[in-house]
């Protein structure tokens, strides 16, 4: 008979030590799983994990039972949960316009649109058009 092996189960939490590793985790994960949501909750119960769970619930609000559950593999977490989680870990969502075949002619991007530059206060051409004061005795326009 050959030797039996002991092995320990693999926690990806135990190796995310830096903030950099742990949004590229995420990043990761977000971008291979598709529509399994319980992929998500479980790669952002992950990186909860690797920081502090008790500190997290504080911040959220929510007990720390609840988030283990909630971010589990099998958990079902609401939109609203992860927002709080995603915002207490310092995180944000960003949309990106995914390239299908038929919008190879159409830009991914638009550039966004520009404000227009704004003068240093005081300085007349930044003033607003001045109305006629109502002192002056003209009813026109009321």
Do not use: I
Not at 5 to 28: I, M, P, V
Not at 98 to 122: C, L, N, S, Y
Not at 124 to 134: F, G
Request: hydrophobic fraction near 40%.
């Amino acid at each position: 008979m050959g030797k039996l092996f002991k092995t320990t189960r693999w926690d990806s939490a135990q190796h995310l030590g830096t903030e950099e590793e742990r949004a590229s985790y995420l990043d990761a994960c977000l971008e291979e799983a598709g529509d399994d949501a319980g992929f998500v909750a479980h790669a952002l119960g992950v990186v909860a994990r690797s920081r502090n769970m008790s500190q997290l619930a504080r911040d959220t609000g929510l007990t720390r039972e609840g988030l283990y559950k909630a971010l589990a593999e099998e958990g079902n977490p609401s939109f609203g949960t992860v927002l709080k989680v995603m915002g207490a870990l310092g995180y944000r969502f960003s949309v990106v316009r995914e390239t299908r075949a038929g919008d190879a002619a159409k830009p991914a991007v638009r550039p966004a649109a520009r404000p227009a530059p704004v003068k240093a206060r005081g300085s007349r051409a930044a003033a607003a058009p001045r109305r006629a004061s109502r002192k002056s005795g003209s009813r026109a326009g009321r």
